[in-house]
Every structure is written in C-alpha cells, then in structure tokens.
C-alpha cells in the first residue's frame, strides 16, 4: 500500500499498487472532475505530482506505483449554481398538510380503537374542509393503520386529553383522496418540503416551510456523480459496467447532506421534512431511484418507467421523517425528462396563446414547442460543450472563466467570473469568441479560421496558469457540431408543428447557459435561428421551479402528469431529414448587420 496526500484538500488516502490516481481520489471523497468517464481523452481529471519536476499528469490514467504528493489544482468545485428561477403566483394549496384534530375518547363500556378514533376525526376534519363548510371531496374508505402513529397516539391523546396535530399526506386519483398520515404530535410543530432539481452537472435543493410554502434555504453543489463521467451517457455505460450501486449511492449522499445543511440553516432538523419532491432529466431520474439505465444507452433510447410516483423516502435512503414520501416527476422520453416536465410545470408554456418555444442547454439540449396544450419536445445531442468538455481549455462557469468576449480595435478583450485571472473559457464565452469571430470576418462560414492557427484570447500574462489561453480550431469545430443540434431540433419541432418561425413569438431560454449567454451571440452564430432575434428570454432554473410548484399545489402536481403525457416526442435521429438539416446548421448563418473589422 502506498501513501497519496492530497495537499489542498488536506485528506491522506492509501492506494494499491497499480490503482489509478482518479480511483484513489473518488474513495477518498474528493469528488474529481472526469468528464470523459476515465477514458483518457478529456484531460480534465490532470493533477500535479508535487516534489522533484512538478509533473502534471491525468489521474485516470495514471497507475500509483509509489507514495505521491497530489495537487488537485481546485478542479471546479467552485461553480456558480443557478439556484434562482421565475416564481409565479399560485394558489397555495399543498398535498401536505398540519391538521389539528379533537379525538373523543373511547365511550365508556367500549373498546374502540385509538387509532380508530383518530382516523373517524381526520376523515371527518378533512371532509368539511378548513373552512369547515362540507367539501366536495369522497375520501377513499380505506386509511392505512400505521403501527409507528399509533404507538405515539396513546400517550399524546393522554396528555393532551384528545388534541393532535397531525401532517398528513393527501393522495389524489380521481375523485377518490387517500390520507396518509405521515407523523402525530401534541402540539403544532414547524414542518417542512424539500424541492430538487437534479441535473447532470449540478445539483439544487430547496427548503420549503410546510405552512405557507415560503423557502426557508436553498443549498447548491456539483453533482458528486461527474466523477465518473460529465454526460448521462458515460454514467450510463459506468453503472451498467460496475452496477447501481456507486452512481445511486453518491447522489443519494449529496441529497441527505443537502436536506441536513438546509434543515440546519432554517434551524430545524431533517426529521421535520415530510415531502421532498425530484425533477430530473431521465437518467437522473433512473440512478437516484437505482433503475437500471440499460434502455436509455440502446435503442430505441425509452425510459423504463415514465409515470409519476410517490414513493417511502426510507425505501431510497431519505433521511428525513421515517414516513416522509417523495413525488417523482414524470419523464416524457428517455432523453427527455421530468426536469423538462417542471420546466413546463413553472413555466405555464401549456396555456401560451402564442406559439412559444422552450430551450434547457444543459449537458444536452431539451426543445419544446408549444401553446395551448399543444406540445411537441425532442432532444437535441448538443453534448457537454457549452459546460467546457471538448473545448481544450473549456471549463463551467466559475471563478476564473471567461464569460464574454469582444473583439475592440484589432484585439481580444475579455471578462472573467470574478474578475480573476482567467482559467479558461466557459459556454458564455465560446459562444461571445464565435460570434466575434463570425461578425469580424476572422471565421469562414464553414468555420475555418483566417490565420488557419489558434486565438490567442488572454496571454500568458493574465492566466492563472502562466500560459496563454489559446483555442483551437478543433474547439470551434465542436461548437459548430453544439449548436448545429440544437438550431436543427428547432427548426425541425417548427415543420413537424407546421409553425413558421416568425409565428414563433417567445423563447424561453431555462437554465444556467441559458441565463448567462449573450442571446444576440447566440443568434448570430445560429445556435438560435436569427429569425428568434428579439424574442428571448431567460427564465432561470425552471425545473427547480417546478419542483417547488408540485410540492406547494397538488394541482401542479396533477399537472405535471397530464403535461408529461400530452407532450408529444419527436425522436431527430428517426427523421430522414435530419442528417441534412444538421449539416446545413453547421455554417454561421448569414449576418443581418455589416461585417466590422
Ligand atoms: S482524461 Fe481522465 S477523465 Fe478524461
């Protein structure tokens, strides 16, 4: 066994001989960057060997065959997270609820259950509705006896002579409401939901007060699973090699440390949360459940389950309260998924008078098209680009990253997040460089560079590492093959519609990418159709908005199942006319305004 110390992590960990540095670092909980899976090709997972020549090497390929002192060098740890969304106003009225409840004794010379008792009261509270006039609700006959309640009802109803106060979870299908109760105390105590929009790269959690909806914290971090690869596609193939258990487990871990420092953060303890509520694109969606993903690496690319479900927290390794639930989100496909879902559910895309067209550029592109309940989504092979993996010095948006770029009187001037030295270049800027290059003529319009070389964007002299911070024409290529998916998915969901591009009156642009680019960047490299010029915007992180939607009204919850299903998917790949219509999106498109040196 060999001794790696990790030095800016401060964490020492043993290896065998022959393990590889990036095996070494995801048992020692680092939670390293490997976009590629640990194939070798990314060049994210670098490392420096300190000591002697200060070699930099890629941990994944890297055998340890003696003691080692790493230098991480930060990795991306630090990246800023859209937690913040459009919220709109809806009518509060949550599956979960605190009800307060008389329960008369048992009759002298009976012998009538406690429990009994209780569930006659919270039947008969929750048919009169709050108000206490009798609502139009038929409650199923059947209210599950739950020895964990009753064991607690006994004393309570003793001390309190027949007051309790119960969160109770109300399910929906059809006409018929069943009631679960979900905890028992003597007196009112705060209670709480908890929202998640589990995306490929990072993960955003929201903490609901059970009163009134209100958030009480919001916690963000990179989801712990691009250890083992940065698309759905890779963690696919790792799960399905080494089994469930890794990828399920990581995720899993970073939801309970969310949920305990949220919990934490509102003075409250995770036992307090009954509802957590899941948003997630398909494969998200499948690993934190621990579904096998075979069917979403063959084709035809379906999910294995798509319906909406209310699961036990417990069966998934919640700790929260021990009968606390969680609501699903649907999938529509296997490449679009029930964050795709949320995002309709916040969005209110469904009762748009317009036709209105939604894009979510995460790791993939998701586009709907729609209005009035006439919806139509596909999935669009953009690969991680836009979150730095293929760009040779790409990176995600965090300190250090360049996010705009302009070419002013001959030279490149450039901002970074935080204003620091740059690192490298994140999506925001790829798409800035591109549009530059397009707009000054430096670009061919199959995208050759004039000088045939790299850009030099930022000198040696103003990177943190000392060397220039150059792209290649391979990066522009890769550019080209991002936005050319997406700019075809459009175009092809507004022909399958029989739409018009300029009938199209609003984009909807969801997520982080989304929020931060340049819309006449992305315009004028077609990644968005120039005819969209002037019809965008950014609605922030919709999914997490829609997960806090289906926890704060069953409604929306209701909801989100019949907007899963009336989404129509149109699979790209099956279309003849794809191929061509890809190809003819690689070029930048023609420029509306002169071409400026
Ligand atoms: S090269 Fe090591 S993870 Fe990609």
Known sequence: MYEIQFIREGVTAKAEAGESLLEVMRRAGLTPDAPCGG????????????????????????????????DTMGADASANILTKGVSHDMLFDPALRQIRLEVPPCPAGESTADWKRFADSLRGAVEKGEDGKAAARRLSAAMPASPEIASKLGPILKETKGVVWAVVFEDAEADVRTLTVLDVSAERQPFYMAAFDIGTTTVVGYLLRGEDGSEAAVASRMNPQVQYGADVINRANYSLEHGMEELSGCIRAAVNEMLSEMAESAGAVPEQIYLVSVAGNTCMHHLFLGICVDSLVHAPYNPAVAEPMILRASDYGLRISPRGQILMLPNIAGFVGADTVACLVSSGLADQKEWTLLIDIGTNGEVVLGREHQMIACSTAAGPAFEGSRISRGMRGAPGAVNTVKWENGAWSCTTIGDQKARG?????????????????????????????????????????????????????????????????????????????????????????????????????????????????????????????????????????????????????????????????????????????
Do not use: Y
Not at 39 to 66: H, I, P, Q
Not at 489 to 501: D, H, I, Q, T, Y
């Open 39 to 70: 194939n070798g090709r990314c060049g994210k997972c670098a490392v420096k060997l300190c000591g002697g020549k200060d070699t930099v090497v890629k941990s994944c390929v890297f055998s340890v065959c003696e003691d080692l002192i790493v």
């Open 425 to 597: 270049i994140c999506g925001s800027g790829l798409l800035d460089l591109a549009a530059e290059l397009w707009r000054t003529g430096q670009i061919s319009e199959t995208g050759e560079l004039q000088n045939g070389r790299q850009i030099v964007l930022v000198p040696a002299s103003g990177t943190e590492d000392g060397k220039d911070l150059a792209l290649i024409p391979q990066d522009i290529g890769e550019l080209q093959l991002a936005k050319a998916a997406i700019a075809a998915g459009v175009r092809l969901l507004a022909e399958k519609m029989n739409v018009p591009l300029d009938e199209i009156r609003q984009v909807w642009l969801a997520g982080a990418f989304g929020s931060f680019l340049s819309p006449e960047s992305a315009c004028r490299i077609g990644l968005i159709p120039p005819e969209l010029r002037g019809r965008i915007s950014a609605i922030g992180n919709a999914a997490g908005e829609g997960a806090k939607d289906v926890l704060r009204s069953r409604a929306m919850w209701k909801r989100s199942a019949a907007l899963a299903a009336e989404t129509e998917f149109l699979e790209l790949a099956g279309l003849p006319e794809f191929q061509d219509r890809f190809v003819d999106e690689l070029e930048f498109p023609e420029l509306e305004e002169d071409r400026t040196e």
